[in-house]
């Protein structure tokens, strides 16, 4: 029996923030074909790689697909008829769809689709889970769990997983271009650029840490910090213009439907 219990078709930095969240490294086996990126997963994880994505198929059982979405189907071509009904492939790639996953990868191999977010590389990052509807609950657990330790996890059904990826899987961008906003208006108040990425990034990262470890409502929260005639609340009378809200919802809806587009 192989000693691999986990693959990695494809090494990139989404498939090294899953990696990192696994505690036993010496299981996993990578295809990746640049030596010099192989050799870095090698030192920094103590991880076997191969360049032959069929040396991943032939050893692990449950194998992560972590390519670009135009190498998909060169890499099913290559591995189809080697996996079996005792393996299970979870996708990372967007707009991949469960039925075109099963189109190319065959009928055998249980299949489950994830998007990630970047924040994976930071342990804070946020997955949707979409299972097929073949695939065994013990599977979906064990891949919650490794997922778990790079953070949040929530198991949806394969249709919400457009909306999961113009929210989570694109909101980074959003928020640091909210930051960037933010840096720039205080480099206009007259701080020193590098003390404006602070203020601005620690402030964001204490606002949701709090949000999150309080559980208080929105609302709540930010008529709590509008002092009646107070500076936030001069502020906020400019940002509650309500094309705020609606540049936010196309925003989220142009990625939805780009999603849509994709699969």
Known sequence: MSKFKIGFFGAGKMAEGILSAIVEKDSVIMAEKVDARADELVRKYGVVTTDDVKGVAA??????????????????????????????????????????????????????????????????????????????????????KILAGAGETVVLKEKHLDAVTALSGSGPAYFAYMQEAMVEGGVKLGLERKVAMLLAGQTMFGTAKFLRESAMDLGAFIEGVCTKGGTTAAGMEKLADPAFKRIVASTLAAAAARSKELA
């Open 59 to 144: 050893a692990a059982k449950l194998i992560f697909l972590a390519v670009r979405p135009q190498d998909v189907d060169v890499v099913a071509a290559e591995v189809k008829d080697m996996l079996t009904s005792s393996q299970t492939l979870v996708s990372i790639v967007a707009g991949k769809t469960l039925a075109k996953l099963r189109k190319a990868f065959g009928r055998k191999v249980k299949l489950i689709r994830v998007m990630p977010n970047l924040a994976l590389r930071a342990k804070a990052g946020m997955c949707a889970i979409a299972p097929a509807a073949n695939t065994p609950a013990r599977d979906v657990a064990a891949v919650r």
